[in-house]
């Protein structure tokens, strides 16, 4: 993790969808993290924050000298502007250092409710040219998160032809939505959530027949084997690719993920860490860390668009995963380790213990105890507390997880 808050750039953003994922993001080695308050971000059914709490997240945040984005994303309709001004007083107030928007509404009125904050436009917004950047820039905003959907090549044209105090964000891993960035109606025709006020249903992964009229209740696959997934996106996965991100003028390196498990946000950040420290230093990049993106829940991964084919479509709906998260080191007592639960493992099982500073350590698990100093032979309520001998001495936050292969 960067020393302050006025580290250059490249930044690594991290999601942070509730506290606890956010203390993960700072923990694995974020220089600025994305979260919102209860409206007006696109990802409604994320625990989000209260005004309080995010008080608290930016606090957390700054101490450990990184920055927080505020997502006012969605496209909000007349009815609900009324509420607007006094969630953007409270970002203000908050000491929060962004606002990210895409609606020009919206945008007019950070600048007018919230003047101390900066000024970020969503990838929601569609920016894929030069023309858009610059105007954007002229409306005030200090960083436009590209539209998902532009080659490098084109990324290096907008960053040759914009001011140089304009920063560029985009999303280097994660889920990948299957319409133009984001604006998408199929949630909302198909189950009345709207996806571009933050309630998508993703509709897009499920698998769909064919009917005809006269035989309802008959679904045909329109495939010889497996499902029909006819908008199935990959996952995007560029970390072998960060030095590419970085020549075409990225200066926001961001993760998806505030609907993903603090696990997910530990193991992904942690990864993405250490490769941007390597790609900065010109470092080659130890391929551990490319192994640690295979270890939390995934779909088939992509590069996106960034080189063109293969694009994100997917036939696969399944997710992927090399392991299963199993415990939070929370400290230390009597001289072991101190644990919670998170999903069961017995001892004897192979495990890996994940922490910032170096790579995963292996070791079995073995003379696991209660708090009262009982032995164990598994591990098997939710969020029990429980203590056992680690590889090497590990902070709290340290994440815990049982091998499932490789």
Known sequence: MRESMNHSLPELLAPAGDLERLKMAL??????????????????????????????????????????????NTLPRDTELKELPAALECIQDAGADAVIAADFGVMQMVKRYAPRVALHVSTQFGVVNSASACALHDLGAERVVL?????????????????????????????????????????????????????????????????EKKRPGEVFTVVEDGGTFLFNSRDMCMIEHLPEVLRSGITSLKIEGRMKSAYYVGAVTNAYRHALDAAVRGEALDPIWVRETEQISHRPYSTGFY???????????????????????????????????????????????????????????????????????????????????????????????????G
Request: hydrophobic fraction near 40%; include cysteine; charged fraction near 20%.
């Open 147 to 211: 539209a998902r959907e532009l080659h490098l090549d084109e990324i290096a044209a907008i960053r040759a032809n914009t001011p140089r105090d304009l920063e560029l964000e985009a999303f280097v891993h994660g889920a990948m939505c299957v319409s133009f960035s984001g604006r998408c109606l199929i949630s909302n025709y198909m189950t009345g959530r709207d996806a571009n006020r933050g309630q998508c249903a993703q509709p897009c992964r499920w698998e769909y027949g064919l009917v």
């Open 307 to 405: 080189f063109g084919e293969p694009g994100q479509y997917t036939s696969e709906s399944a997710y992927l995963s090399g392991a299963e998260f199993c415990a939070v080191v929370e400290g230390e007592r009597q001289g072991r380790a101190w644990l919670t639960q998170r999903n069961k493992f017995s001892r004897g099982d192979v495990l890996e213990l994940i922490t910032p500073d170096a790579p995963p350590a292996t070791f079995v698990a073995a003379d696991m105890r209660d708090l009262d100093g009982a032995p164990l032979q598994s591990v098997p309520h939710p969020m029990q507390p429980f203590t056992m001998p680690l590889p090497i001495q590990a902070a709290p936050l340290a994440l815990v997880r049982r091998k499932m292969c």
């Open 27 to 72: 923990h694995f080695g974020a220089d600025a993290v994305y979260l919102a308050l209860e409206r007006f971000g696109m990802r409604a059914f994320a625990g989000n924050f209260t005004p309080e709490g995010l008080r608290q997240a930016v606090k957390l945040a700054h101490d450990a000298g990184a920055k927080v984005h505020v997502t006012c």
